[in-house]
């Protein structure tokens, strides 16, 4: 089992920056490529950012491409989502996920093929 739990959400103005933090406890955390998606109000999960287990590969959803940076700490367990130049769009639960090594890469946007869950935590951008 890995455990995961998010932090840095809040309220900010459109235009504004936030840092999500998501700490992980249990299994090696460098054996897990980590993903952030996002869920609005009344729409499906969806894909933000992936990076690779040993963080030399990263991947966006073209909504967030430019604006946020993900990264990771394998020293510290943790992986980070960087938002700048936020948007009333990017209002949402953000959650963090965590897939084996083994899976494919492309899988990182599959929702579906991820192992372990956060509980969330909750962005909303003001406009």
């Known amino acids: 089992q890995v455990q995961l739990v998010e932090s840095g959400g809040g309220l900010v103005q459109a235009g504004g920056s936030l840092r999500l933090s998501c700490a992980a406890s249990?299994?090696?955390?460098?054996?897990?490529?980590m993903a952030w998606f996002r869920q609005a109000p009344g729409k499906e999960r969806e894909f933000a950012a992936a990076i690779s287990w040993g963080g030399s590969v990263t991947t966006y959803a073209d909504s967030v491409k430019g604006r946020f940076t993900i990264s990771r700490d394998n020293a510290k367990n943790t992986v980070y989502l960087q938002m700048n130049s936020l948007k009333p769009e990017d209002t949402a639960v953000y959650y963090c996920?965590?897939?084996?090594?083994?899976?494919?890469?492309?899988?990182?946007?599959?929702?579906?093929?991820?192992?372990?869950w956060g509980q969330g935590t909750q962005v909303t951008v003001s406009s």
């Open positions: 996920a965590a897939l084996s090594k083994g899976s494919i890469w492309f899988q990182v946007q599959l929702a579906h093929k991820f192992d372990f």
């Open positions: 249990g299994r090696t955390f460098g054996n897990y490529h």
